[in-house]
Nanobody, 122 residues
């Protein structure tokens, strides 16, 4: 089992920045690829970014490419999502997830956090 706890969400003005954290406990964190997903009200959960177990490979959704950066610190069992130039459409609940595969699909992840809310205001 891997337990994931997100933090760092909040209210931020458009154009601002926010850094989300996801702390992991349980099984060996460094053995998992980590993903960030988000779900806006009334919409399906969508992929945001993924980082491989070593941190050497990343991939982003087109909607956040160039604005968001995913990173991880295996010594701290934590993955981060730095979000810059935030837009109104970035408003959502953000979830981190752990999985063995390299995928943007929800079903490819074994463990999920409870989410942290991000609201971007005009």
């Amino acid at each position: 089992q891997v337990q994931l706890v997100e933090s760092g969400g909040g209210l931020v003005p458009a154009g601002g920045s926010l850094r989300l954290s996801c702390a992991a406990s349980g099984r060996t964190f460094s053995g998992y690829n980590m993903g960030w997903f988000r779900q806006a009200p009334g919409k399906e959960r969508e992929f945001v970014a993924i980082i491989n177990w070593s941190g050497g490979n990343t991939h982003y959704a087109d909607s956040v490419k160039g604005r968001f950066t995913i990173s991880r610190d295996n010594a701290k069992n934590t993955v981060y999502l730095q979000m810059n130039s935030l837009k109104l459409e970035d408003t959502a609940d953000y979830y981190c997830a752990a999985g063995r595969g390299w995928t943007s699909l929800n079903v490819g992840y074994d463990y999920w956090g409870q989410g942290t809310q991000v609201t971007v205001s005009s």
